[in-house]
């Protein structure tokens, strides 16, 4: 079956780490994207790309950064530079003109 | 660029009545609109939409309409069941732009 797919799960962070969250998609869909959601909150967009080995930041990109070297990865690193990271991650994938189909998020803890 | 505002930010309704959950653009290049269900800790799942030039769409107990000219379009659920209890988030596009704006949610609850 078609999907994209967001790993770890849950995953916890050490003050002054680095974080990588994975996300893959085979559904063959040009753009993907990153949203932050907060508690009770909506969803805010980190970055997306829409072709490979190309990226734009969205509306709170700082202390986070991504790449794009294939079709079906687009992983997101949270940097120590964000520092409140905690939150509930999701990736989403759309082709043209269509809508976005979304993982099942990554929650992100500062330990 | 684009902005979506949606009301309520919460709702309850008695199981069985409708619930109706209500959004506005800004842009009027807008031409697609689509819904999202999102359940406690999951990713949100499209669950209806809607192209500029229809103003209507129906999917059994859902169904979204749509006003160009007060740019203004609005989610329907009929027979409400627990189930259908989640947070429900509206976006617009608009053509040749790729990207999503959403509205910033509505949390729907069914009342036994």
């Known amino acids: 079956d078609g999907g994209i797919t967001q790993s770890p799960k849950y995953l916890f962070r050490k003050e002054g780490q680095n974080v990588t969250l994975s996300c893959e998609q085979n559904l063959n869909h040009d753009a993907m994207y990153w949203y932050r959601q907060d508690p009770g909150q909506g969803l805010r967009l980190i970055y997306y790309?829409?072709?490979?080995?190309?990226?734009q930041k969205g509306d709170i990109a700082e202390g986070y950064s991504v790449s794009r070297e294939k079709k079906e990865s687009f992983p997101l690193t949270v940097t120590s530079a964000q520092k409140n990271p905690t939150a509930f991650y999701l990736c989403?994938?759309?082709?043209?003109?269509?809508?976005?189909?979304f993982g099942s998020g990554t929650r992100l803890t500062v330990v | 660029g684009e902005n979506v505002e949606q009301h309520p930010s919460t709702l309850s309704v008695q199981e069985g009545d409708s619930a109706v959950i209500k959004c506005t653009y800004s842009d009027s290049a807008s031409n697609y609109f689509p819904w999202y269900k999102q359940e406690l800790g999951k990713g949100p799942q499209l669950i209806i939409d809607?192209?500029?030039?229809?103003g209507e769409k129906k999917d059994q107990r859902i169904a979204v309409t749509l006003n160009k000219t007060a740019k203004h379009f609005s989610l329907h659920i009929t027979e409400t069941q627990p189930e259908d209890s989640a947070v429900y988030f509206c976006a617009a596009r608009a053509f040749g732009n790729e990207k999503l704006t959403f509205g910033t949610g509505t949390r729907l609850t069914i009342i036994p």
């Open positions: 790309s829409q072709i490979v080995n190309d990226f």
């Open positions: 989403a994938s759309s082709a043209a003109s269509g809508g976005y189909t």
């Open positions: 809607i192209r500029s030039n229809v």
